[in-house]
């Protein structure tokens, strides 16, 4: 079965930091890659997704995330983080096989906390 | 554009009485909506796949009987929450699918259930 990977439960960072959080999968075809992120008491929203051509891809809010498929990777990135960054961040994984159209995999998600 | 709803956000039950969560695709038809559950530090655990007009599909392990999911119409999904118990008390989070595409979920903003 498919399954997504993210390696850091909590990251605490102090502002202006970098992050990277990291994002692993488990297929080896056809694959469509998102990063959710949920505000506290909020939805999730979409970051940023990535379906083909340039594996570098920039989302919302200066983040951006790389697509490197032999790693099987889709890593969240961000140069400067800021304290209204503090959010749970979510990858998810849709993949061409299945029978549920549109279905996502997701990660257990990632606690960031930014001190100010 | 995009915006999904979902009603009640919050909701108190007793033992053994159902609770009906909606959602609705407030600007968009979505003939796929998607019906998630999650735990505290855990991720989204999908129960199941609405289908305007036919019967949702459930994943493994998740009782159709009790968790009995209607998608009447293009803008509409709702989920009951039959003979409910302690143990089902949590966050429901439903998403929808744009009926022009497959690309993207949008979800809701949840619905915090608590069976007392």
């Known amino acids: 079965a498919q399954s997504v990977s993210q390696h850091n439960h909590h990251v605490i960072l102090s502002e202006a930091a970098s992050l990277e959080l990291g994002c692993n999968y488990s297929y080896g075809g056809t694959v469509n890659l998102f990063w959710y992120v949920q505000y506290p008491g909020q939805h999730l929203q979409l970051l940023l997704k990535y379906f083909s051509g340039d594996p570098l891809v920039k989302g919302i809010k200066g983040f951006e995330a790389e697509f490197i498929k032999s790693k099987f990777s889709f890593n969240l990135r961000k140069p400067s983080v800021q304290w209204s960054d503090t959010a749970e961040y979510f990858c998810?994984?849709?993949?061409?096989?299945?029978?549920?159209?549109?279905?996502?995999?997701f990660g257990r998600g990632t606690q960031l906390t930014v001190w100010p | 554009g995009a915006v999904v709803s979902q009603h009640p956000s919050r909701v108190i039950c007793k033992s053994g009485t159902s609770v009906k969560i909606e959602c609705r695709s407030l600007d968009f038809q979505a003939t796929t909506m998607f019906w998630y559950r999650q735990f505290p530090k855990k991720s989204l655990m999908l129960m199941a796949t609405s289908n305007e007009g036919s019967k949702a599909t459930y994943e493994q392990g998740v009782e159709k009987d009790k968790f009995l999911i209607n998608h009447a119409s293009l803008t509409l999904s709702t989920l009951t929450v039959t003979s409910a118990h302690p143990e089902d008390s949590s966050f429901y989070i439903c998403s929808a699918l744009s009926r022009r595409g497959t690309d993207t979920q949008y979800f809701g903003p949840g619905t915090r259930l608590t069976v007392l």
């Open positions: 998810a994984v849709r993949t061409d096989r299945g029978s549920t159209l549109g279905r996502l995999y």
